[in-house]
């Protein structure tokens, strides 16, 4: 199983980007995709979740109003768009699969499948 996390970079505060996340190797029933993110020296810390079936979403609650996350079914892809972006939101980003219907949770334990991470840096 790979996932290929893309859509990082440099933006100013106040702007915009969009992360995507594709799944490839096999072909997945009941998941949920997720993002989460690391900024240096902190924990790793839950960003959004999507679950397949329905597309029930999930924020942490500093990007409520801000981040929100999306699903492509055919394209095994999860996307994260995100606005209004701040300088705390710099970290690096992982996208996440978790095969286990809602035996998952926000401090990433159910999530059997992790991505490379991309970088995302917003300069004040």
């Known amino acids: 199983v790979q996932l290929q996390a893309s859509g990082g970079g440099l933006v100013q505060a106040g702007g915009s980007l969009r992360l995507s996340c594709a799944a490839s190797?096999?072909?997945?029933?009941?998941?949920?995709m997720s993002w989460f993110r690391q900024a240096p020296g902190k924990e790793r810390e839950f960003v959004a979740a999507i679950t397949w079936s329905r597309g029930n979403a999930y924020y942490e609650d500093s990007v409520k109003g801000r981040f929100t996350i999306s699903r492509d079914n055919a394209r095994n892809t999860v996307y994260l768009q995100m606005n209004s972006l701040k300088p705390e939101d710099t970290a690096v980003y992982y996208c996440?699969?978790?095969?286990?219907?809602?035996?998952?949770?926000?401090?990433?334990?159910?999530?059997?499948?992790w991505g490379q991470g991309t970088q995302v840096t917003v300069s004040s």
């Open positions: 190797g096999r072909t997945f029933s009941r998941y949920t």
């Open positions: 996440a699969v978790s095969e286990r219907g809602t035996r998952w949770d926000t401090d990433g334990s159910g999530f059997d499948y």
